[in-house]
């Protein structure tokens, strides 16, 4: 995943305060992706730095829009555990709310309007002319993209949900968890690009995009 992902959303969004951290690449079962806090140790000075985790095996099946939220919401995990009072583990206390909401993104426990902005499982919505839907408006346009897509993609999930920390987050928060996917797991069909022609095998109802550079991100059909 190219810096642009952080470094961007970073500077038009926190004014650059956030600091450095590493961003992974982590198949974490039912989960967009989490923020650990003081991950990883340096090797040689000993300093600590944070851990923002995305999972690729959804970049097929989920809007890009949806991956830039997913990363903009761990990083307000991150700002409040270097700038403010987080709540005991997994809460989403009242400050977290009120940064989410300043960012351009609405915490609901539903996911959509109306839920509730605080609790212990926690969802966002994009404020339509908020700071994210701007900032990401102006990213789209310098034709950015995500060049790499999973063959075998997970299936296209629910309403993401923030459950906060999870075993192995080590004080960090687990984020967008998923509803477990239904139906014959072994039953892949084949799809097709109808610009390029390249073709993948994922479970059925997927919703695929291909990344040529030549297809403009052209939904794959599924190919008898």
């Known amino acids: 995943m190219p810096p642009i992902f952080a470094t961007e959303p970073n500077r038009e969004l926190f004014a650059g305060e956030l600091p450095s951290c590493l961003i992974t690449m982590q ?7 989490y923020f650990s806090s003081e991950r990883f140790v340096h090797h040689h000075d000993k300093s600590k730095t944070d851990e923002i985790a995305i999972n690729p095996a959804y970049f097929a099946v989920v809007p890009l829009l949806e991956v830039l939220q997913t990363v903009v ?4 995990h991150a700002w409040q555990f270097h700038f403010g009072n987080p709540s005991r583990s997994g809460y989403h206390n009242r400050e977290w709310a009120d940064k989410m909401e300043a960012i351009g993104l609405m915490p609901s426990s539903t996911g959509q309007p109306g839920g509730a902005r605080t609790g212990q499982k926690m969802a966002d919505y994009a404020i339509p002319g908020g ?8 990213l789209l346009t310098q034709n950015f993209r995500i060049s790499w897509l999973d063959r075998f993609p997970a299936i ?6 923030d459950a906060g920390a999870g ?10 968890v998923l509803q477990p996917a239904t139906g014959n797991r ?19 109802a997927l919703r695929l995009l291909c990344g040529g550079d030549d297809c403009a991100s052209a939904p794959l059909a599924p190919v008898e």
């Not at 198949?27 to 992706?33: L, P, W």
């Not at 700071?131 to 102006?138: C, G, I, K, Q």
């Not at 296209?156 to 949900?161: C, K, L, Q, S």
């Not at 075993?167 to 687990?174: D, F, P, S, V």
């Open 27 to 33: 198949r974490e079962k039912r989960s967009y992706g």
């Open 73 to 76: 919401h761990e990083m307000v």
């Open 131 to 138: 700071p994210f839907m701007l900032a990401t408006d102006a």
């Open 156 to 161: 296209m999930p629910t309403p993401a949900i």
């Open 167 to 176: 075993a192995g987050a080590a004080g960090g928060h687990l984020a967008d």
């Open 186 to 204: 072994s039953n892949r069909i084949k799809y097709r690009c109808p610009t390029c022609g390249v073709q993948a095998w994922g479970k059925p």
